[in-house]
């Protein structure tokens, strides 16, 4: 570089730039070309517009991890992270262009919409913006659409200043993508720093391919911003563990601001997490520290002013304190539940008609862990285009469960990082139960709640796979071949439920202690054989 002229040098910063840009264009024609129904390129200029706020949304991100010193991110992360917004935004332009014609015919999907929260508050959004309203009517006036308002206010945001005078749903699919591809930085800049470069490649590539995140980072959903500003919340509490740096906290501190807007009740769960996982990096003795106090208490107090000044939007009418909302909150989720069986199969209504009241919560809560079933996805009789999404994201999350499953196992006998690891096990496994409680077991709100902590499981994932790579522990490999022994058992089931075959058990407890006895019967074969084995060698 010190020997090239400086025209050579000028064109050397200069042709990324030129590339970046050229692409830009390409892609706002395509997208206004895909948009119109291939009929015209009429809105190219706006497409452009959010494709360049949505570039300088991702480098803007890049720069900022970037500058800390501890941190030297690779090149192939860079091409990760575009590649990540480049998959939802394919995925969103699927969706805008094949369920309409490849669905039921649903005004959501002929919309081009894979969620009907999502159409909704677009749908809202769109008119809000073409109204003489102004944008922060989006708080509060709108609940039935969007509770809060957040996503509701950015959605008008980007339609009022850069849509054209047509509803263009992909302008919004360009900022969610964009800013849902930055949760897989985050997460790679966490957990290299808890645990090196190895492990964060794993979780960045979770956070790249997990197909709930790549959903709803292809739709007009609040959780495409909320895991993003989980990861680098997290992010920031780590850095400050580690560094005691004021920039940790400024990190933690605005993620947290801004997740308020979307989701007051997640940032409040978050919060708490927060606590515990500061807890337990510092090995507890932040208790003891005044600084930890006063920068809690100030986070406390901002959340705090925060819910008062949003508390119409938070709370129902006649809750009045945050004790009372929290008693709404756990009535409100039995009442969910309750709705949630009404509307579900038969397989659920009768298991709740025959089991005792007091177990109907934790038999949902199970059910919601295990959402969305692979067997289930696996012998749906839905549509090609519904089926393929189902298998798809119960391959991805059935593929995630064994590792969150052993990692209690396995951090017994970790010696390394043993309590910070208690702690992410502990948070991790708050996020999912408390999803399945809140949504009853839906097959599609149940991910969805859990998706927004999506970069906690990622880097417990991440752990998992290189602790049991080092220890050899034989403890995951168990779990996964006794997960899918029993997956196995639910597929004659599940046929026979649907008449395609004649089978004679047909309760679904029997079928899982079937299960469960095949899986402790493996097990005591493969004990007895190692027995052997190992008596043969020392003979």
């Known amino acids: 570089m010190e020997n090239q002229s400086p025209t050579n040098r000028w064109i050397t910063r200069l042709w990324p730039i030129v590339v970046v840009g050229l692409v830009a264009i390409g892609l706002a024609f395509l997208l206004a070309w895909i948009s119109s129904d291939s009929e015209n390129v009429q809105y190219w200029g706006q497409f452009l517009v959010v494709i360049l706020v949505a570039i300088g949304i991702m480098y803007g991100g890049w720069r900022a991890v970037k500058a800390d010193k501890s941190l030297h991110l690779p090149t192939w992360l860079a091409w990760l992270i575009i590649g990540a917004a480049f998959i939802r935004l394919a995925a969103g332009v699927l969706w805008f262009t094949g369920l309409p014609s490849w669905g039921y015919g649903t005004e959501v999907e002929m919309g081009g919409y894979i969620m009907a929260d999502a159409h909704a508050r677009d749908t809202a959004a769109w008119e809000l913006a073409q109204s003489n309203n102004p944008l922060f009517s989006a708080i509060g006036e709108n609940r039935q659409v969007d509770q809060y308002g957040g996503m509701l206010f950015l959605s008008g945001l980007v339609y009022r200043y850069l849509g054209g005078e047509q509803h263009q749903p ?11 591809s930055l949760a897989v930085l985050f997460s790679w800049a966490f957990t290299a720093r808890l645990w090196g470069d190895n492990a964060a490649r794993v979780a960045a590539w979770i956070l790249a391919l997990f197909p709930d995140a790549i959903i709803l980072g292809s ?3 609040r959780e495409a911003f909320l895991m993003t500003l989980v990861t680098a919340a997290i992010y920031g509490l780590v850095r400050y563990i580690q560094d005691r740096s004021r920039m940790g906290i400024a990190w933690l501190v605005i993620s947290l601001l801004l997740m308020l807007p979307f989701s007051p009740p997640i940032a409040g769960v978050f919060l708490l997490m927060i606590i515990i996982l500061a807890l337990s990096m510092d090995g507890w003795q932040l208790l003891r520290q005044t600084r930890f106090w006063i920068i809690l208490a100030g986070v406390a107090i901002i959340a705090g002013i925060g819910i008062w000044l949003a508390w119409e939007q938070i709370a129902p009418e006649g809750i009045s304190n945050p004790f009372a909302l929290v008693a709404w909150w756990f009535q409100e989720s039995a009442r969910w539940q309750a709705y949630f069986v009404k509307r579900s199969s038969q397989l659920i209504r009768r298991i709740i008609n025959t089991t005792p009241d007091w177990v109907n919560t934790p038999i949902l809560i199970g059910y919601g862990v295990l959402q969305p079933f692979l067997p289930g996805a696996l012998l749906d009789q839905g549509l090609p285009i ?26 017994i006998k970790s010696q390394e990082k043993r309590k910070l690891l208690i702690g ?28 927004v902590f999506i970069g906690l499981q990622a880097g417990l994932v991440a752990w998992v796979w290189y602790s049991q790579r080092d220890t050899k522990n034989p403890w995951l490999w168990r779990i996964i071949l006794g997960l ?8 004659p089931w599940y046929l026979q439920r649907s008449d395609q075959i004649i089978w004679p058990v047909d309760n679904v407890f029997a079928t899982l202690g079937l299960g469960l006895v095949s899986v402790a019967i493996v097990f005591l074969v493969l004990y007895i054989w190692g027995r052997m084995k190992g008596e043969n060698r020392s003979g």
């Open 484 to 491: 899918a022994i029993i997956l196995a058992w639910f597929i």
């Open 424 to 451: 992410l096990a502990i948070v991790v496994w708050m996020g999912i139960l408390i999803a399945a409680f809140r949504s009853g077991g839906d097959l599609w709100d149940n991910p969805r709640y859990r998706v």
């Open 219 to 221: 739709s007009q959903m």
């Open 170 to 180: 992909l302008l919004m699919i360009v900022i969610t993508a964009s800013i849902s």
């Open 386 to 411: 519904w089926k393929g999404i189902a298998i798809w994201r119960s391959v991805g999350w059935t593929l995630m469960l064994p590792f969150l499953l052993v990692a209690p196992i396995l951090l």
